[in-house]
């Protein structure tokens, strides 16, 4: 049986994944198993994948693999966080070119869609999936120029938006 010695670099626990209670270990593959799909890695991209692959072919046998725990790696660093829009608040453009911009924010919407009927579909507790919208701050005037900047790109994409100042107390 051909043996997998190379693992991902372990970054150290995630301050999300510590304030979790432990999660009971899986025991590693010790023989040749067959699949029709071999997915590595349980983060958004694998654990989707395997979804919608169940969805396409309801009897197909799919193997995941994962070297850590599931969404420990870099999905679970971001705590799950999916965003629609430009996510570069000091970049002039978020791909280059408005209509790359919306393909993108298309996909991106779609994806978070995706994830809702998952949600839905498994029957997650309310707070595992928070479609929250998305919230900028600035501290000083750099800040407020990188916001002022990303408004504009959002106007431009014809994004809706709101403006809502708190002043400092």
């Known amino acids: 049986m051909p043996r997998v010695d190379l693992k991902p670099s372990d ?14 270990a899986q025991a590693a593959l010790q023989q040749d198993i067959e699949s029709d799909y071999l997915i590595v890695g349980a983060g958004f991209a694998g654990l ?20 850590l725990e599931v969404a420990a790696g870099p999905a679970g660093r971001n705590s799950g966080f999916m965003i629609d829009l430009p996510h570069a608040l000091a970049s002039g453009s978020y791909a280059g070119d408005s209509s790359r911009d919306r393909r993108n924010i298309r996909m991106n919407r779609a994806a978070i869609a995706f994830a809702a009927a998952a949600a839905a579909e498994y029957r997650f507790a309310d707070e ?3 479609p929250s919208g998305k919230i900028n701050a600035a501290a000083g005037k750099r800040g407020d120029a990188q916001n002022k900047n990303y ?6 994409l014809g994004v809706t938006w709101s403006n809502r100042l708190i002043p400092p107390s």
């Not at 989707?48 to 070297?67: F, T, Y």
């Not at 408004?151 to 431009?156: E, F, G």
Request: proline content about 7%; hydrophobic content about 45%.
């Open 11 to 24: 970054l150290g626990v995630s301050g999300w994944n510590a304030i979790l209670p432990p999660c009971r």
């Open 48 to 67: 989707s994948a395997a979804r919608r692959i169940r969805q396409l072919e309801p009897g197909a046998k799919i193997v995941l693999l994962e070297a």
């Open 128 to 130: 595992c999936f928070e």
């Open 151 to 156: 408004a504009r790109h959002l106007d431009a």
